[in-house]
């Protein structure tokens, strides 16, 4: 049965057909377009005529309604649902970072490259040949 409810901004939807759960992201009113997100985090824009033949009805926002979202923090949604914690996000930098040479060089030694010799010296470029 096609709905008679108007597209609200921010409301959410379920197909009573489908059962698929969406939310109204966008209005365009100049061009008559409707643009919905689905719980899954696809978006799919249809037209207002489109809009009234489909079988819907407005529902109450879902619990867990960021989807395939990463929850970093337990207080990101207000619930105890977490898939991340913050050291997964910092491990991969931990593995990056310099450590201190393993041979240290005597005090008064020059350093130099595998081979013995010294490092490279640069002058300031100036501009002029």
């Keep these: ?4 409810a108007d597209p609200i901004l921010g409301t959410w939807y379920q ?18 377009l409707i643009e919905m997100q689905h719980f899954d985090g696809d978006l799919e824009e249809i037209d207002r ?7 819907l009805e407005p529902i ?3 619990e867990n309604w960021s989807g395939p979202i990463d929850i970093g923090e337990i207080d990101d949604l207000g619930t105890e649902i977490t898939d991340t914690t913050g050291d997964d996000w910092n491990a991969p930098l931990q593995e ?5 040479p ?4 005597e005090e008064g030694e020059a350093s ?3 081979w013995g010799e010294p490092p490279a010296s ?5 501009g002029q040949a």
């Design 112 to 114: 130099g490259d595998e």
């Design 102 to 105: 393993e041979d240290s060089e």
């Design 122 to 126: 640069e002058e300031p470029w100036t």
């Design 49 to 55: 005529d489109t809009w009234y033949q489909l079988d």
């Design 1 to 4: 049965m096609p709905t008679e």
């Design 96 to 100: 990056l970072r310099a450590t201190e």
């Design 15 to 32: 197909h009573l057909d489908k059962g698929q759960k969406f939310c109204v992201v966008a209005l365009n009113d100049d061009e008559g």
């Design 60 to 62: 109450e926002e879902p």
